[in-house]
Nanobody, 115 residues
Framework: QVQLVESGGGLVQAGGSLRLSCAAS?????MGWHRQGPGKERELVAS???????YYAEFVKGRFTVSRDNAKNMLYLQMNSLKPEDTAMYYC????????????WGQGTQVTVSS
């Protein structure tokens, strides 16, 4: 069982920045950030594989940057130019290569962007 622990959420004004971190208990093929806003379904924000391949949802392209440190089993999400609609609980998730879906989830960290 892979353990994931997020940190770095908080309250920020629109246009500001935050950096989320996720500590994993082991190195794993794909790690990603998902979010779930009030009254919304959970959605994938960005992901990165252990080989460095990245994916970004259209609504964060150019504003968010996902990265990972394989030596430290860490995942990061640098969020710039934040908007009120980015307000959500952000979850770190991970999966092994053989999995089609994210199998392991963190508890989440709240990001609130005020206008």
């Amino acid at each position: 069982q892979v353990q994931l622990v997020e940190s770095g959420g908080g309250l920020v004004q629109a246009g500001g920045s935050l950096r989320l971190s996720c500590a994993a208990s082991e190195n794993i093929f794909s790690m990603g950030w998902h979010r779930q806003g009030p009254g919304k379904e959970r959605e994938l924000v960005a992901s990165v594989t252990s080989e460095g391949s990245t994916y970004y949802a259209e609504f964060v392209k150019g504003r968010f940057t996902v990265s990972r440190d394989n030596a430290k089993n860490m995942l990061y999400l640098q969020m710039n130019s934040l908007k009120p609609e980015d307000t959500a609980m952000y979850y770190c998730a991970a999966r092994h290569f053989v999995h089609n879906e994210y199998r392991y989830w963190g508890q989440g960290t709240q990001v609130t962007v005020s206008s």
